[in-house]
């Protein structure tokens, strides 16, 4: 008997390909306690039969950064161009003009952070990216204040 991994999903859904996505990733830089308020909020909303975005979110900009570096968002934007699927990481990595194992390792982060998926196709590992936009949500402020003056 062959394990399937269980990531929540019904039995039907478990080809990513077969699952309901939206139109637009969102991916913020937010605090766990306003994540936690985002999604209650966006559940109440898909249950009254409101739209809402996929969302990735990241604790910090540099935890973000160090996942969306350069050469990976080139990657998901070539996935977006290619109506969201690569034939396999080596196609993709020839489309790219970079070395397989650093594309493969570029894929397996991004999935791991849950922003493209990996459909198994037999030997071959399929990048699938389900979204026709990623929105980038980073909201910069200054320092919060402390009660004690700054020293002359």
Do not use: C
Request: charged share 35%; net charge negative; aromatic share 6%.
């Amino acid at each position: 008997m062959t394990d399937t991994p269980d990531d929540g999903w019904p039995e039907k859904y478990r080809d990513p390909r077969d699952r309901p996505h939206p139109d637009v990733l969102r991916v913020t830089v937010e605090g766990f306690d306003h994540t936690r308020e985002q999604t209650l909020a966006a559940a109440d909303a898909v249950s009254d039969g409101d739209e809402q975005p996929a969302v990735v979110s990241f604790a910090t900009v540099d935890e973000l950064r160090k996942v969306l570096t350069n050469r990976r968002l080139e990657l998901l934007r070539v996935l977006i161009a290619a109506e969201g699927a690569a034939e396999s990481i080596s196609a993709l990595a020839e489309t790219l003009d970079r070395d397989y194992r650093t594309v493969h390792d570029d894929v397996t982060r991004l999935a791991d952070y849950g922003l493209l998926f990996i459909v198994d196709e037999g030997q071959a590992k399929r990048p699938y990216l389900p979204y026709e936009r990623i929105h980038l949500d980073v909201e910069l402020v200054g320092a919060e204040s402390s009660d004690e003056p700054a020293p002359a």
